[in-house]
């Protein structure tokens, strides 16, 4: 398993980082965390996963980070095992985070492999038809788990069972 975290890194309580200690997934981590070039997050996650077995090889991506993966899907054209794309943010949106450069346009192209779009309904950096449309181009299975915000520890997300068990649902597909 590999996390990607997205702006601002993950943070001691956020999910991923308990996932991380938990069960020893790998955490990609990125040189700029608050204002990121998306080529060089592209790069930095290439190299992470040049020293893994793509074929055996999970990406838990959230917010930023799932559009920093897409694009590094849309440039390197790997196949992977799977994909859990949690709280996608849209770079095309004007509620995207100021400051960064080069995630707009959203790549819109189908994912050569397994993957979940896991969004909620009051996210305040993704629509829910937004998130939907990502799902639908990315041949993502789909999964809103209602009002939980931007699935983080603002949203008073900390171990996030749920989350543990769709990325269950993921690695048997």
């Known amino acids: ?10 943070g001691p309580t956020h999910w991923q980082t308990l996932w991380e200690k938990e069960y ?4 990609v981590q990125q040189r700029e965390w608050d204002t990121p070039d998306s080529d060089e997050w592209v790069e930095t996650i290439n190299n992470y996963i040049q020293k893994l077995d793509p074929a055996n090889l999970i ?11 897409i694009h590094w899907v849309k440039k390197y054209n790997v196949v992977i095992k799977g994909a859990l794309l949690v709280a996608p943010a849209d770079a095309d949106a004007p509620t995207f985070p100021p400051g960064t450069s080069g995630f707009a346009p959203v790549p819109l192209n189908k994912l050569p ?3 979940i779009v896991v969004t909620s309904s009051n996210d305040h950096f993704v629509t829910l038809e937004r998130a939907r449309q990502f799902a639908d181009v990315w041949g993502s299975q789909f999964v809103n788990i209602g009002e939980a915000g931007h699935i983080n520890v603002a ?3 900390g171990e996030w069972q749920q989350g543990l068990e769709i ?4 690695d048997c597909i």
């Open 167 to 170: 990325l269950n649902d993921l």
């Open 1 to 10: 398993m590999l996390t990607i975290p997205g702006i601002g890194g993950s």
């Open 155 to 157: 949203s008073e997300y």
């Open 59 to 69: 990406v838990v991506a959230h917010s930023a980070a799932c559009v920093a993966f």
């Open 113 to 115: 492999f397994p993957s």
């Open 24 to 27: 020893g997934f790998t955490c």
